[in-house]
């Protein structure tokens, strides 16, 4: 299979899903009173997203199930234990913690965008974010709590998903202290971003093994799976912001160099004694050249810090991909595998 | 016993519970790494507070325990199936919930004093004070899931705290909402008291019956004292504010009024054709005379409107007390009985 091809199959499975899971969301989130306060929780999870971590908890669910169906069951899914469970309420508490992460960080960082639309605290104002975000917060775990199935499974899946909430707020925080250190190493990056942005991934494809109560080993390794993932996705931002053109990124190429964002490439780069704080000194994202760009990507290729990030990403791909191999194989694992590649094959 | 003497016992027990539960939130809160961030997150667990729900969830338990003891073992508390739960881990995560609802509430109200000290987003900043109340947050769902017990009933207890939570956010956004409204009932004004404030009474009742496998009616009877004593606390806060002399407020008496801010009395007061706006116009909290406060108290006197909340909370604290009677005859029992009592009784 041609690397489009695999894109196109797993683009497919995950506009399929996309459509089921934005219906579950309007279910499991319906515009209640105060009206004001549910249309600001709402509004982000309207305003689009590819619902990456709800699809791979589908397909971790699907997986297991292994079985040959077009038309999954999400609401009553099949346990290994002969029960059932609703799987599509779990996804769809993965999404909604994803979206009051977002909505909590864009007030944080004062980002006045998002998903091509206006950050709910500028649509609506700071305090109405807040408590959008902290209803999001809560709704997600009533919405986790009523999965049905073994309620031992289901306790797990509410402890490790409060655990996952701790070290996304901790990875925020870290994220931006960074910002005042000079003197920050690759590995506290990677650690930074494992809690901020790998281990909801890691949830995303953990609670749906705990859920239809398969073994301890497969938890942990569909865990390990998504953190791995996950952190391959992230790592693969910092790369294409260099090495995409603009039109392709939506967004000045570069961008996190002219604005003095450190990432994996600009602290490898620091160790190979690069000046990268002199590498766009004098530019804005609004003044910046394809000729100063290019410039510092090839001092940045020269140093070999772009392979080293992107080798990163491939590595962990690789060590996310062995891990499905508890699976049964199947359609459904195939496309957990492609999904992986996606993340960090994609534009962006 | 005289009103005096019951306020002196029940002091004595908050005071004694709050020892130990001050004890148990340095346990289950640790200052761990980002340092910064926790240091923001028991900030104002460490200013201060009595520890009234904690003292609450504590008590419930030890009256469904029936013990003669007076060294409860919180952290291996018997159940009536002949089990054990940490009850102490459950009150912890209810202080804690209660002090992510001040942090939130602080940021969206701009309020720069909390329990004598600097708010946290005052003391810290805004960024970092979103993410102390995240934390704890999930900091509270993460220490009441492993209460251990039947997952069951631990499972029930998320369902209903995060529950609770999203009635929080609902309260707290009629709130904000109310500030602009000139049309708001009694009616409107209690409901979002209930949410704002009550139900988090009400969970931290609910939460030691269902943990110790009591029946559903002592559950439900549970959660309606701790709703009821908890309305009835916020309207004696308004009555207070009225007729308590400033120097025992420790704020300026009638400030409710100056400030605008709506109540139980001025909305009754309005019902009554008060020109309740008229009342203190021209005043500011700096201004205001002593004289000018009396005569607005009278006028509010003269219409009825401050016994009208004064009996509504009695009435609602004399129901509160009626719900205990599934529970044992015992020390605990009498004492949530003089808790509700010292709810409206206290100074402010």
Known sequence: MTPNATEKRVLTAINERREVINDAIDIELPLAEPQRLYEASRYLLEAGGKRLRPTVTLLVGEAL???????????????????????????????????????????????????????????????????AGDTLYSKAFEIMADVGGDPTNTLEVMRRLSSACTKICEG???????????????????????????????????????????????????????????????????????????????KQRGSDLVENKETLITLHARQQGVDVDGLLSDSTVETVTEAEIDAAVKTLEDAGSIDYARDMAEELTAQSKKRLEV??????????????????????
């Open 172 to 250: 925020q925080s870290l994220d931006v202290a960074f910002e005042s250190r000079d003197d920050l190493t690759p590995e506290e990056y990677l650690e930074m971003v494992e809690r901020k942005t790998a281990v909801l991934y890691g949830a995303a494809a953990a609670v749906p093994a705990l859920l239809v109560d398969a073994d301890d080993d497969i938890v942990e390794a569909m865990y390990n799976y998504g953190v791995e993932s996950g952190k391959a996705f992230q790592i693969q931002d910092d790369v294409l912001d260099l090495t995409v053109p603009s039109e392709e990124l939506g």
């Open 327 to 348: 699976l049964p194989d199947n359609e459904a694992s195939d496309l957990l595998a492609d999904l992986a590649e996606y993340l960090i094959s994609r534009g962006y």
């Open 65 to 131: 199930a292994d079985e040959d169906t077009a038309a999954f069951e999400y609401r009553a899914f099949p346990t290994c234990s002969g029960g059932e469970v609703d799987l599509m309420r779990a996804a769809v508490a993965i999404e909604i913690i994803q979206s009051f992460t977002l909505i909590h960080d864009d007030i944080m960082d004062d980002d006045d965008l998002r998903r091509g639309v206006k950050s709910v605290h500028n649509q609506y104002d700071t305090e109405t974010a807040i408590l």
